[in-house]
Structure formats: C-alpha cells, structure tokens
T-cell receptor
C-alpha cells in the first residue's frame, strides 16, 4: 500500500527550462510535506517543505505547490541546472507529535546541458 | 547548520556477527532520531523512531531484537544489526529533528554488506 506515489520514475529537462516533479498521496491525514534531493550513496538533502495551510511555498529556484483536494503536490525548479540532476523524493507526514515521514519512490531528474 | 553524520560510511561483515552504526547530530540537539533503510532503486523505508532516553518505536515488520536502537544522548543514536545475514545488506540512513519537529535532516548513510 503505497501512500505516497511518484508516478514518473525519471524526467529529462533541458538546462534553463522548468522541471516539474509530481507527487500524489492517498492519506487525507497527511498535512506536512517535504521534498528531498538525493545523490547515489548519500543521504537525502532537504530542499523545501509545505504545510497543508498553504498552497504554495517558494525558496529561490524551488517552488512547491500543494493541492489538498486532489491530494497532489509538485516541485518546480526554475531554471533547471545540470547540478540539479539527482533523485527527488517527496515525503508526507501527519502532524501528530512525532513527524514520521512516508517517502515516495523517487523521480530521477536529468538536466541536459 | 543542521548537520548529521554517520559512522561508518560503509562496512562489510560476516554472517552471524553484529554491526553498530552511529548517528550524530553535530550542531543541534536532536530530540528525535529516525532510522531508515533503502534497497537499491527503492524508496526510504522508516524502520524506527527514537527519542532521547526512551525506547525506540519500531515500524510494523521490523524486528526490534534484530535491530537494536539506542538513543543515549541528544546528539547520538546507534543502530546495532545483530546476527547479521546477507539479506540485511542495505543502505541504512538516519535522520534527526530538533526544535522544528517537522524538519528532518539526514545523515550520509551507511552501506552494510553481509557476506
């Protein structure tokens, strides 16, 4: 039972263009979401977060959008750079004391120079 | 800020032996630490959650007698894989959260290979 899904295993984007990574979840109790970037054999690096009281959060080139009714969030990277090439995970948690995150399966982003 | 380290970064051990992995928060006090496991090309799976000074809470299907977790201080948690078997070979990652409980910072991971 995959509560957090990233249906696109991979994505290729030209340098300078927008990268859009999608994430869907099934548990309506999830109300805090994170995006992480991960290189092989390394731990995930925190990118950006959003709580359910917002529908958008922006940090530099990274913007996360949340559509609660659709149980969908997306990460936009503009402009995309070759150094952004990595695996991106979304993670979701309920706000209930300890934040236990459920991770999606990841999307491998390749930014072409 | 918010740096988490893990030691060792990789370890090879023989079947039947035990291996200890350390997770340290270097520049903040980690109220809660988490242990994850990642198989190749798969997602991170939460194994257990630990709060300083109390027993760890294990996720369903994780054997607590096999994966011993100790959160002895606000900056250190250890995971001991006891009587390791080849199927325990995996990438183990810890994370820690401090004053902002919703933010988790991950260590670089430990690659365990059991021969």
């Amino acid at each position: 039972d995959q509560q957090v899904k990233q249906n696109s295993p991979s994505l290729s984007v030209q340098e300078g263009r927008i990268s859009i990574l999608n994430c869907d979840y099934t548990n309506s109790m999830f109300d805090y979401f994170l995006w992480y970037k991960k290189y092989p054999a390394e731990g995930p690096t925190f990118l950006i977060s959003i709580s359910s009281i917002k529908d958008k959060n922006e940090d530099g080139r990274f913007t996360v959008f949340l559509n609660k009714s659709a149980k969908h969030l997306s990460l936009h990277i503009v402009p995309s750079q070759p150094g952004d090439s990595a695996v991106y995970f979304c993670a979701a948690s309920e706000t209930s004391g300890t934040y236990k995150y459920i991770f999606g399966t990841g999307t491998r982003l390749k930014v072409l120079a | 800020g918010a740096v988490v380290s893990q030691h060792p970064s990789w370890v090879i051990c023989k079947s039947g032996t035990s291996v200890k992995i350390e997770c340290r928060s270097l520049d903040f006090q980690a109220t809660t630490m988490f242990w994850y496991r990642q198989f190749p090309k798969q997602s991170l799976m939460l194994m257990a959650t630990s709060n300083e000074g109390s027993k760890a809470t294990y996720e369903q299907g994780v054997e607590k007698d096999k994966f011993l977790i100790n959160h002895a201080s606000l900056t250190l948690s250890t995971l001991t894989v006891t009587s390791a078997h080849p199927e325990d070979s995996s990438f183990y990652i810890c994370s820690a959260s401090g004053s902002k409980a919703y933010e988790q910072y991950f260590g670089p991971g430990t690659r365990l290979t059991v021969t």
